[in-house]
């Protein structure tokens, strides 16, 4: 068993499909589904609140160039914590996947050179793919790095030990005393 099969196994949500199982000349309808448990552990494995409405279906099949290509239909419902308030923020997910497994990059990933990065929708083909693996990224990916709730802002904080007096955003400015003094030198 491959390393990432081997963790997506151990994470709970593993859906590996043997690619020599696969048939050469025609495509195979996939469609997954995860329970509750499951949602929960692949939240707690995205440090996210939750995750609702998931929905990961579509196929798989070889190329003309010898790849295998995964197009699938994401559809998901995630909570993050607000990066201002931690408040709650949903965030709906709809986005068409499309991956490739090259068995180029295999030989260079074995031998552990540094792959291209012309494509980041590829990856080698090993003898597992798992969908698994593919739905988790895709979700990373399509989530919003700062989610905010509506109206939040952050506001000016100044923090400091008791006694000493707290830097504000106009003490680290150096440069706007010097500005003042040389106007002031200026208008001698």
């Known amino acids: 068993m491959s390393k990432p099969v081997e ?20 495509t195979r309808r996939f469609a997954l589904s995860l329970d509750e448990t499951e949602l929960a552990a692949l939240a707690d494995d995205l440090r996210i609140l939750g995750v609702k409405k998931l929905k990961f279906e579509g196929e798989i099949a070889y190329n003309d160039q010898g790849e295998v290509v995964v197009r699938a239909d994401l559809g998901a419902t995630a909570t993050q914590a607000c990066v201002v308030t931690l408040e709650p923020v949903r965030t709906r997910i709809d986005e068409e996947i499309v991956r490739r497994f090259s068995p180029d990059l295999e030989a260079l990933s074995e031998v552990g050179q540094m792959l291209p990065e012309e494509d980041e929708n590829v990856d080698p083909l090993g003898d597992v793919i798992d969908l698994g693996l593919v739905l988790v990224e895709s979700i990373a990916l399509n989530l919003p790095d700062f989610p905010r709730v509506d109206g939040a802002e952050l506001k000016q904080r100044v923090f400091a030990e008791p006694g000493v007096a707290p830097l504000t955003d106009e003490d680290a400015k150096p440069f706007a005393g010097l500005a003042a003094l040389k106007d002031k030198l200026s208008k001698d």
């Open 7 to 26: 963790i997506a196994a151990q994470l709970g949500y593993s859906h590996a499909i043997d690619v020599s199982d696969l048939p050469k000349n025609r």
